[in-house]
Structure formats: structure tokens, C-alpha cells
T-cell receptor
């Protein structure tokens, strides 16, 4: 699976949009971009995933660049409960191994 | 979303004893379950992949005789830490995969915190 690069930490003010970048320059054509987050002492929580097109759900939006070498997770109106470590993971979908390989992630702190 | 439970949520044991951790998918059948370990301030590290009715596949560096995995049904996988030592103290997390329309959804349990004295 392709490796990803994320900033180790970010801060964001409550109520503002939090934009978390992820670099995956070695991604291959059939690999998906997944985002998970882990609130302290809990299991990871799925947020969103995408292949080529931008995606949006009730939690967040995922913007993938046209060359697919990077993506941005957007939390439109961050709240204090969004403070967590956010993991960007690239992996094959149905075709390949199902395991998720976690990097170090970005520790996002939402400030009041 | 689908629910995955773990039991116990925390356990404290003496060095040399064995500890069993259960992972259950409550409202779906899991084609595959995974076991992760997480040390303080570190990321999740995959330990093994478990498929129902077959032997688990362990990641490099993980001792299969120390971390016994049994996947007896499509809704239950167990991890037994045998002869636990203080260095085995960690946060153990399982996940379960549900086959969806175009990709494999993976859902995580809440984790089990193991402390070995």
C-alpha cells in the first residue's frame, strides 16, 4: 500500500473549517484514500473515503487532487468533539489486501 | 454504522498469566477481523489478520505462539495473550470487515486496555 505523509499536529478554532492535508504521491490507480480518526483511548472511527472524485458525507468532505497525489479532509464547522488524531490511509479496495496500515496521523486540536 | 464490541474494556493481570480478549461484530457477519496493538502516543500497529475457520496471518515480528487468535464464527474472534509480561501492556483494538457493494467497510471496536503487573 502507498505511504502517506501528514503534518503531525494542527490547531483550529471552534466553528471554523478544519482542513487536514495528506500527501500520497505514490498512490496507484486502483487505490482508495480513506480517512479515520481516533479520539483519545477509543477505537478508530471511519470518516470518509474516495477514489477519484470529491466526496461528502454528514461528517466531512474529501477533496482529491486531479493527479490523486494529495487530498484534503475538510471538517466544515469544527467542534471541540472533533479533537482527535486523524489518519489518512491509502489502500486497495476489493481487489487487494484489506488491511489498513496506519501512519502517525495528524493530531488535530480544536480550541474554544 | 455497524457495531463491533470488545470484552473486556480493560484488564489488569499478573505477569505470567494469560488474558483472553473477545471481539464481536454485533449486527453483521465479518468476513475478516483484524487485531491491532497501540502503545502510548504511538499509532496503531497491525498484529494479525483473522478469517473465520482458518489460521490467522501474523505480521512480521508478531509471535504467533504468544498472541493466539481464534476465529470461531463470523461474529467472534478472540486474542489470547499467553504468559503476559509488563511489556505486553498496551491498548488492543480489533476491527471487522463487512463486504459492501464496492469496497470493504472496516469497523473498529472500542479497544481493550491491558496492564500487566
Amino acid at each position: 500500500d502507498a505511504k502517506t505523509t501528514q503534518p503531525p499536529s494542527m490547531d483550529c478554532a471552534e466553528g471554523r473549517a478544519a482542513n487536514l492535508p495528506c500527501n500520497h504521491s505514490t498512490i496507484s490507480g486502483n487505490e482508495y484514500v480513506y480517512w479515520y480518526r481516533q479520539i483519545h483511548s477509543q477505537g478508530p472511527q471511519y470518516i470518509i473515503h474516495g477514489l477519484k472524485n470529491n466526496e461528502t458525507n454528514e461528517m466531512a468532505s474529501l477533496i482529491i487532487t486531479e493527479d490523486r497525489k494529495s487530498s484534503t479532509l475538510i471538517l466544515p464547522h469544527a467542534t471541540l468533539r472533533d479533537t482527535a488524531v486523524y489518519y489518512c490511509i491509502v489502500r486497495l479496495g476489493l481487489q487487494g489486501a484489506q488491511k489498513l496500515v496506519f501512519g502517525q496521523g495528524t493530531r488535530l486540536t480544536i480550541n474554544p | 454504522g455497524a457495531v463491533v464490541s470488545q470484552h473486556p474494556s480493560w484488564v489488569i493481570c499478573k505477569s505470567g498469566t494469560s488474558v483472553k480478549i473477545e471481539c464481536r461484530s454485533l449486527d453483521f457477519q465479518a468476513t475478516t477481523m483484524f487485531w491491532y496493538r497501540q502503545f502510548p502516543k504511538q499509532s496503531l500497529m497491525l498484529m494479525a489478520t483473522s478469517n473465520e475457520g482458518s489460521k490467522a496471518t501474523y505480521e512480521q515480528g508478531v509471535e504467533k505462539d504468544k498472541f493466539l487468535i481464534n476465529h470461531a464464527s463470523l461474529t467472534l474472534s478472540t486474542l489470547t495473550v499467553t504468559s503476559a509480561h509488563p511489556e505486553d501492556s498496551s491498548f488492543y483494538i480489533c476491527s471487522a470487515t463487512r463486504l459492501a457493494v464496492s469496497y470493504n467497510e472496516q469497523f473498529f471496536g472500542p479497544g481493550t486496555r491491558l496492564t500487566v503487573l
